[in-house]
């Protein structure tokens, strides 16, 4: 990562402290299709709230699975001492990298490998279509 920096308002709700804001970053990451590094500018909306840390006397299991509410899917329990809002950021950030993201020269590996879009013809027909192609280029 070369730059990470956030721009936040905190906002204390009680014992909650509710976090909004935009962090930017710039990572280098490697490309989805080549595997070759590109560098990535990221920007990304955040909000999340910490919240008191319960007593730990949930009833579920280790091993159980909990259901969270939609408000609760960007909690991060305090102990009411102090929270870590570095870490809070480094967390959002990693779940906005695009494990997907492709670099520049993604396209050009699709085409030398032979690899084509969703919408690009495929099959016998698209086979046919390119030798059609090649007799009209041909005629003229």
């Known amino acids: 990562m070369k730059n990470l920096s956030a721009t936040v308002t905190l906002a204390c709700e009680g014992r909650e402290i509710g976090v909004s804001g935009t962090l930017i970053a710039d990572v280098e990451q490697a490309c989805a299709i080549s595997g070759e590094p590109f560098a990535n ?3 990304e909306p955040i909000a ?3 919240v008191p840390r319960t007593d730990g ?6 091993d159980e699975e909990i259901e969270l509410d939609s408000d609760q899917l960007d909690e991060i329990e305090y102990d009411e001492a102090a929270f870590d809002l570095g870490e809070a950021i480094a967390q959002s950030l990693a779940l906005a990298i695009d494990p997907y993201a492709t670099g520049p020269d993604a396209e050009i590996l699709r085409r030398e490998q032979g690899i084509t879009g969703d919408d690009a013809p495929s099959g016998p027909f698209a086979a046919l ?8 280029d041909a005629d003229r």
């Open 41 to 43: 500018h990221i920007v």
């Open 48 to 50: 999340f709230r910490f």
């Open 57 to 62: 006397s949930s009833t579920a299991s280790p």
């Open 129 to 136: 279509a390119q030798l059609k192609d090649m007799g009209t």
